[in-house]
């Protein structure tokens, strides 16, 4: 009993171990540049630039964080993006704009869609637009059954399908998210493979005279079985979603061409 309850607290510590890895594979500093003009009428195209990207699954939020306004995508939107904007019209007439997203690299992304479509009279008459930043080379469009398919069959390699060549991931991204996942995978793995071992009973001497049949001591036999593979499934599940959303956006940047280099 007392051997259960310890397994019981170490496969809690794991798994929040497990969550600490994905959670911090999430954090990022933003992107931010300025936008000429007049801030009311920079908030409305950047909210018709936004709502272009996302199929109009773009919200208001009341949580500015000390900005003027604050939009963000809706819950079930597979684009995430949080964009909180600031107008300054007393000396200089211009808007402070800040993305945030996930990854590094979506933030870099989503900056270059609204800069091609914030300034796109600019580009119009000849000149380029300010602050875009270049990529590397990008791949054409990626596949949600091959990323999906590698998910279940090892989350890391899901990820680096979706990484490679995608505008969607920085470099850093990309690693924190494969390492991340081959940590938290074994860290669950393992966890579970022990809980599972502990329920296995012994075979007692009474129970062989009585006839009783002996374990087999395969943990997939065990009554913590169901553990096992539920720890197998968890990060496979997530990187799952996680494969939709990633596939989609370096799917929807593509269509859109966010910058001259894609």
């Known amino acids: 009993m007392i051997q259960k309850q310890k397994a019981k607290i170490k496969l809690t510590i794991f798994i929040s171990a497990a969550l600490l890895i994905w959670s911090g594979s999430s954090l990022s500093a933003g992107e931010a540049f300025e936008l000429d003009g007049d801030p009311a009428e920079n908030d409305l195209r950047i909210i018709a630039a936004l709502n272009k990207l996302t199929y ?66 600019q580009v119009m008459e000849g000149q380029s637009s300010p602050g875009v930043e270049g990529t590397a080379e990008v791949s ?12 279940l069959i090892e989350p890391a390699t899901s990820v ?18 494969v390492f991340g996942y081959i940590v938290a995978d074994l860290l669950l793995a393992g ?26 001591g395969n943990v997939l036999e065990s009554p913590g079985a169901g553990v096992f593979l539920g720890l ?14 990633d596939t989609y956006s370096h799917n929807r940047i593509l269509e859109l061409n966010v910058s001259k280099s894609f």
């Open 56 to 121: 109009d699954r773009i919200i208001s939020n009341k949580t500015t964080k000390g900005f003027a306004y604050r939009y963000t995508s809706r819950w079930y939107s597979p684009i995430t993006i949080d964009v909180f904007v600031l107008g300054f019209s007393k000396r200089e007439k211009l808007s402070l704009i800040r993305i945030e997203s996930p990854k590094k690299g979506s933030e870099r992304a989503f900056k270059n869609y609204l800069l091609e479509e914030l300034t796109r009279k």
């Open 140 to 151: 054409g469009r990626k596949s949600f059954l091959i990323s999906g398919t590698l998910a």
């Open 160 to 177: 680096y399908y979706s990484s490679s060549k995608s505008p969607v991931y920085s470099s850093s991204d990309a690693l924190k998210g």
């Open 191 to 216: 966890l579970g493979y022990y809980y599972a071992s502990t329920t296995i009973h012994s075979h007692s001497a009474i129970q062989s005279l009585m006839g009783k049949p002996t374990p087999s």
């Open 232 to 245: 197998l499934l968890v990060p496979r599940l997530y990187r799952m979603v996680g494969s939709w959303q």
